[in-house]
């Protein structure tokens, strides 16, 4: 994923359309659509500075609460095979396997919210 900067009259703006409106406003100049090819230098006689650069890694707690929400959706969508075992409909050594991973789930869990620093146990 990459990030598009349109520097225009020292100022930055984060798209395509923002700028052409600066230059509007500006300039009241209009002018066709940004090309897929060769961007740079059709904004360069637009007087517009065109970059783009690698849409940074998200912090390391974004990707622990995203880890945790993905974990907390995977237990729920689980809770079915509880709830027969304690309905007796079912017995946990039909679910053994669940249980351990739903077990794995919750100590991944429970992990990740310490590091970001609070949470309760699940």
Do not use: C, H
Request: proline share 4%; no cysteine; glycine share 8%.
């Amino acid at each position: 994923n990459m990030i598009r900067k349109y520097t225009f009259n020292g100022k930055e703006y984060r798209s395509g359309y923002a700028v052409r409106q600066a230059i509007w406003k500006e300039d009241r100049k209009a002018f066709g659509e940004e090309p897929e090819e060769n961007k740079a230098e059709f904004w360069e006689k637009l007087g517009v500075a065109y970059t783009e650069e690698p849409d940074p890694e998200p912090p390391q707690r974004v990707l622990a609460l995203r880890e945790v929400r993905e974990l907390k959706a995977r237990l729920s969508e689980t809770d079915y095979a509880v709830i027969k075992i304690a309905e007796g409909a079912a017995t946990s050594e039909e679910y053994s396997e669940v249980i351990a991973q739903r077990g794995a789930w919750r100590a991944r869990i429970n992990e990740l919210e310490a590091q970001l620093g609070g949470g309760e146990n699940v």
